[in-house]
C-alpha cells in the first residue's frame, strides 16, 4: 500500500489543525493504520494508531484528549485532528500501516507515507 500524508501547516499555539493520509490499494480496511512524528533532532514517536474497523485507539499519553485519530475505509483515508495543538507538537508527521500489528513500535509498521510538517508557534 503507498500512503500520501498532507494537511501540515502552521498554526498558533491553541490552534487546530487536521492531518489526512490517503491510501492506493482496495485492501486498506485490513490494515491498522498509525501516526508518528519526528521533531528536529529528535527521534520518531508514537502519536496513535486504529485498528481495521475504527473500533478501537490508541494514544500516546503526550496527545492524549488532544489528538482524535479516525479512518474512513470507503475513502482509503485516516485522519488525524490535533486540537489544542502546543509548540512542541512541532514536528514531521508520518502515516503508517501494519498488516497485522497494533500498537506504538515503529517497527511495526510496514508502509511509510512521506511525512507533513507542522509547526506550532507559541
Known amino acids: 500500500v503507498q500512503l500520501q500524508a498532507f494537511g501540515g501547516g502552521l498554526v498558533q499555539a491553541g490552534g487546530s489543525l487536521r492531518l489526512s493520509c490517503a491510501a492506493s490499494?482496495?485492501?486498506?480496511?485490513?490494515?491498522?493504520m498509525g501516526w508518528f512524528r519526528q521533531a528536529p533532532g529528535k527521534e520518531r514517536e508514537f502519536v496513535g494508531c486504529?485498528?481495521?474497523?475504527?473500533?478501537?485507539?490508541s494514544y500516546a499519553e503526550s496527545v492524549k484528549g488532544r489528538f482524535t485519530i479516525s479512518r474512513d475505509n470507503a475513502k482509503s483515508t485516516v485522519y488525524l485532528q490535533m486540537n489544542s495543538l502546543k509548540p512542541e507538537d512541532t514536528a514531521v508527521y508520518y502515516c503508517?500501516?501494519?498488516?497485522?500489528?497494533?500498537?506504538?513500535?515503529?517497527?511495526?509498521?510496514?508502509?511509510w507515507g512521506q511525512g507533513t510538517l507542522v509547526t506550532v508557534s507559541s
Open positions: 503508517a500501516a501494519s498488516s497485522s500489528y497494533y500498537g506504538p513500535s515503529s517497527r511495526g509498521y510496514n508502509f
Open positions: 490499494g482496495r485492501t486498506f480496511s485490513s490494515y491498522v
Open positions: 486504529i485498528n481495521w474497523s475504527g473500533s478501537a485507539t
